[in-house]
């Protein structure tokens, strides 16, 4: 089944010359980590924005766990958790009363004017959530005195506080330091592991993408690419043999009498091949002082997407 | 997180509620969180009662053949309500700046609750603005009967609905902190003195009699005038409408504005 379900997609805002969304489809299954990968005005946060029901679409048909998000908005804001681009924490309010305000208008709880006021469960609930991001010893400070990533990790707890069936990260690390980048996304597993939680993450960082189940690589509003990561590494770039020898004439000589295509990058020839690296090294016999197997990242694949649909990479 | 489901109430009537209830407790807390505000709520009635009526009620009050202190008072009390929960609607445009307003549009509830919340959390401000216009009334030597003081404590929601939900038109349709002050001294003043709260307007004609009847205070104050006055000779000189058209108008208006505020909101917010 499709958690989410994004069908010819078109947002158009006033007095824009072209679409921020053009014509977009895709899918997300039951639990799925899905990544959305583009450079900065590539339509990531428009599309988001639309799914989590905060902006209105142009054209086209978006469903949440089966329900419409303009026809039944109430019903997907109910499955949705969401980790805005920029902080949406009320800096007036400490750490416990910005997810109590949360868990009230999710009607979890009826509102209570102290944290000692509100159910047992509710208490409970809260000190295990900040003890497992490590916040416990700020849950009763006001939000402005918070880190940035320790707001980050608080609006964590918040968005699943009412056990989401789909959680929407937008750019959730953005900002952070690579140890807060860590652990929260450790905690974020965690959540995936336990509760089977629906994941879509938009993310500067291709690092934090590596691991997803699907990514789409969208730029200038439409769709390039849509596939596993493996698959994308696959497509946009090819796997290379990095060599090199004392005698560089002779194994540049050898590798032509063996049909293998080959460049001279600097100081080392590369040796662009398919399949098994075994089958092309076992048939070389010039002594080598330099092997190395180059296996693409999907960052390499997502610089090759860039180059080749000419916008810089954010 | 079973546990919490658990708790989770499905009734759609409690979860509005609850959410008017959540979103007006923030606005009181946060209010109490600034000292500013506090001292502000408190300082205003100095100046609009203390100045402002002191001064009128020195120079013109003599032959206006009714007790204008306890006119003055009266006005000032609604004039507060409604002057401190207009302005207190303008902290919608500071949860924009900081997008906590994305976080309660997120949540699957009415925006009419939430916005429901907002008016009556600004009017908790605007009855510590109405305390501070008493006590500066009784330093003036000027009162209210307590029985009275109740009955418009007990009418102070529906003043603080009507301004805010007034508020809202405008504040839906701005996203400048600036714009917006502007915006609600744009409101708020021409109320003040177009709507009978500090002058009486029972002899205004041509354009200021239409302006005064279009301005949702100046059947705000009709009733309270209605409560304070009823039964005493002053009632026929001072109050313009029954008591029942009043709440009527009132309801109408802010019903009214409350839908067409909300809905600029809504999709100002949506459309950003």
Request: hydrophobic letters at 45%; aromatic letters at 8%; a neutral charge.
């Amino acid at each position: 089944m499709s958690m989410i379900e994004v069908n010819n997609l078109v947002k158009r805002y006033k007095r824009a010359k072209a679409p921020s969304v053009a014509d977009v489809s895709f899918s997300v299954g039951d639990g799925e980590f899905f990544a959305f990968l583009g450079p900065n005005g590539a339509g990531k946060t428009t599309t988001i924005s639309i799914l989590i029901t905060t902006l209105s679409k142009t054209s086209g048909e978006v469903r949440i766990a089966g329900y419409d998000v303009e026809k039944d908005a109430r019903h997907v804001r109910e499955k949705i958790g969401v980790i805005f681009q920029n902080p949406s924490l009320d800096p007036q309010l400490t750490a416990e009363e910005n997810i109590r305000f949360h868990a009230c208008l999710y009607g979890m709880y009826g509102y209570r004017p102290t944290f000692g006021l509100m159910p047992a469960a509710y208490r409970k609930r809260v000190l295990e959530l900040a003890e497992i991001v490590g916040i416990q010893d700020a849950l009763f400070r006001p939000i402005k005195k918070l880190s940035g990533g320790m707001q980050r990790k608080l609006e964590i707890i918040r968005s699943l506080a009412h056990t989401p069936d789909v959680l929407f990260l937008d750019e959730p690390t953005q900002g952070l330091d690579a140890v807060s980048r860590r652990s929260l996304w450790e905690y974020i597993n965690k959540v995936r592991d336990q509760y089977g939680t629906t994941v879509f993450l938009t993310t500067h960082y291709i690092d934090e993408a590596e691991g997803v189940d699907k990514v789409c690589l969208i730029n200038h509003g439409k769709i390039a690419a849509c596939s596993s990561p493996e698959e994308m590494k696959k497509s946009l770039l090819r796997q290379e043999l990095i060599l090199d020898s004392e005698d560089k004439t002779a194994l540049a000589r050898e590798l032509s009498a063996l049909g293998l295509p080959f460049t001279v990058n600097g100081q080392h020839v590369v040796v662009p091949y398919q399949g098994s690296a075994q089958s092309v090294i076992a048939r070389l016999r010039t002594k080598l002082t330099v092997l190395r197997i180059h296996e693409p990242t999907l960052e390499d694949a997502y610089v090759e997407f860039l180059n080749t649909t000419g916008r810089e990479a954010a | 997180m079973n546990e919490i489901t658990l708790t989770r109430k499905n009734s759609r009537l409690f979860r509005e509620l609850n959410t008017v209830v959540t979103v007006m407790a923030r606005e009181i807390t946060v209010f109490f969180k600034s000292p500013g505000t506090v001292i502000m709520s408190l300082a205003m009635p100095l100046m609009m009662m203390g100045m402002i009526g002191g001064n009128l009620m020195q120079n013109m009050a003599g032959g206006l053949g009714f007790e204008f202190g306890e006119f003055m008072l009266v006005g000032m009390l609604v004039n507060m309500l409604f002057m401190i929960t207009t302005m207190g609607m303008s902290s919608l445009v500071d949860d924009h700046d900081i997008d906590f307003n994305q976080e309660m549009l997120v949540s699957p509830v009415s925006r009419y609750s939430l916005v429901t919340g907002k008016i009556l959390g600004a009017g908790f401000a605007a009855v510590m603005g109405m305390v501070g216009t008493l006590i500066v009334g009784l330093v003036m030597g000027i009162t209210l009967p307590v029985g009275k003081l109740l009955l418009i404590l007990a009418l102070s929601p529906l003043m603080c609905l009507s301004g805010g939900a007034l508020a809202m038109i405008i504040i839906g349709l701005i996203k400048s902190k600036r714009t917006a002050n502007l915006a609600m001294m744009f409101i708020t003043m021409p109320q003040m003195f177009l709507s009978g709260a500090i002058i009486p307007i029972n002899n205004s004609s041509g354009a200021l009699l239409v302006l005064n009847r279009l301005m949702p205070m100046t059947y705000c104050l009709d009733l309270v005038r209605s409560v304070v006055y009823a039964g005493s000779p002053e009632y026929e000189s001072l109050v313009m409408f029954n008591p029942v058209v009043n709440f009527a108008v009132i309801a109408v208006l802010t019903i009214v504005c409350l839908m067409i505020g909300t809905y600029f909101f809504a999709r100002t917010e949506k459309n950003r």
